[in-house]
């Protein structure tokens, strides 16, 4: 296994690009280290796919390097390049047995006969098919042959890294939780480096170690679940991550306050060199709601029960801002204050976040 790293890598589908907007993957500098679990996160089109298949090999990239440790494979094939892969449908060969199929990847290299028993009575045991090793792939369903795709992904224990493109996909929404947690298992077990693809945040945030959050050929943060939901480097990591997104109010710094419509709102960080307009975001679990309380004035607009905790939805001069209210609060229409946390407050200028002193 090997750490991956894209060095200035860029990718643009047209043949003549000429701007920006021409390319697919906008410049980028990414390391995946070497045994963490990844999700690579982003809205349709944003360019997961376009990243996932340059690492295997199915691209290459228009511009920039890729070095598997110290080795630059940029020009080398896929098969080259020691990558098991896990697509969005199954590719499975209805001719072979569903052992047959797991141990495909083992059996193309020679591997020994009992190591290749053995693992692969492990994988189907994880799962889930152990009772079925022996029956024809044909005769399965969808999910079961999805299921049999990841399992052969993940059946050599010799590769650089596993990538998987939203292999869940096709899943029975209740199996999906099981079989998350049985990749998490595996990778627990093994160590392999895993990308894991996904528009789906819960499914990044419940699979990965770390998450690379893409938006529109970019990547704007890379960090633990726990960072993205504290620190939101980019409002489109803030918006996107969490439900409700973060709340992003254009204002002006000066000093330790934020002006929003004219109202003075403290932070927990001094911005002396910053002038002009910005924007500051904040969580909707890090807004307080009260009757004649202190700070913003709003009015409540809609309260909406969603089991555990409501979300409740402000106006704020013609603005909205959501706040999350745990078990336990109470919360009424007449409510008409909101504090905003000041530490929890982020500055962003032209969307990225600024380091307060
Ligand atoms: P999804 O979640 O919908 O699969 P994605 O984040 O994986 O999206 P990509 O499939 O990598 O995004 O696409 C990134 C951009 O490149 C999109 O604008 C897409 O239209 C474009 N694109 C992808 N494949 C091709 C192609 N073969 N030819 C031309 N443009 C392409």
Redesign the pocket.
């Known amino acids: 296994m090997a750490r991956i790293h894209l060095s200035n890598l860029a990718h643009s ?1 047209s043949a003549n690009p000429t701007s920006e907007a021409d390319y ?1 993957l906008k410049r980028l500098d990414l390391v995946w280290d070497d045994g963490s679990a990844y999700a690579l996160l ?10 996932l298949n340059i690492i295997s090999g199915l691209i290459t990239p228009s511009e920039g390097k890729i070095l598997f440790g110290e080795e630059d494979v940029t020009h080398l094939p896929t098969a080259a390049r020691n990558i098991a892969q896990v697509f969005q449908f199954p590719v499975v060969y209805d001719t072979m047995t569903v052992r047959e199929n797991l141990a495909f990847p083992l059996v193309n290299r020679g591997a020994d006969r009992d190591y290749v028993r053995r693992r692969v009575e492990q994988i189907a045991d994880m799962i889930g098919m152990s009772d079925v090793l022996d029956r024809p792939a044909k005769r399965l369903t969808a999910d079961a042959k999805q299921k049999i795709s990841l399992g052969r992904g993940m059946v050599r224990e010799d590769v650089n890294a596993i990538l998987f493109d ?1 292999p869940l996909t096709v899943i029975d929404p209740h199996m999906k939780w099981e079989l998350r947690t049985q990749l998490k298992a595996l990778h627990r077990e093994f160590g392999h480096t895993m990308i894991y ?1 996904t ?1 789906d945040q819960t499914e990044a945030l419940t699979f990965a170690d770390k998450v690379v959050v ?1 938006y529109d ?1 970019q990547v704007v943060q890379t960090g633990t679940p726990a960072e993205l939901f504290e620190r939101p480097a980019h409002t489109f990591v803030g918006y996107f991550i969490g439900s409700p997104g973060m709340n992003v109010l254009p204002a002006r710094v000066e000093g330790t306050s934020a002006m929003v419509e004219g109202v003075e709102i403290p932070l927990g960080a001094a911005y002396p060199a910053l002038s002009g307009k910005v924007e500051i975001g904040i969580r909707p679990e890090f807004v307080t709601l009260s009757k004649d309380g202190p700070g913003l004035p709003v009015r409540v607009e809609r309260i909406e029960d969603v089991g555990r905790h409501r979300i409740v939805r402000l106006a704020f001069f013609g603005r909205e801002i959501n706040v999350v209210v745990p078990e336990g609060v109470s919360v009424s229409k007449d409510m008409n204050r909101v504090v905003l946390e000041p530490e929890r407050i982020g500055v962003y200028v032209e969307d990225r976040l600024v380091e307060g002193q």
């Open positions: 589908y697919a982003g809205p349709s089109g944003c360019g997961k796919t376009t990243l939203e693809v528009h893409m050929g």
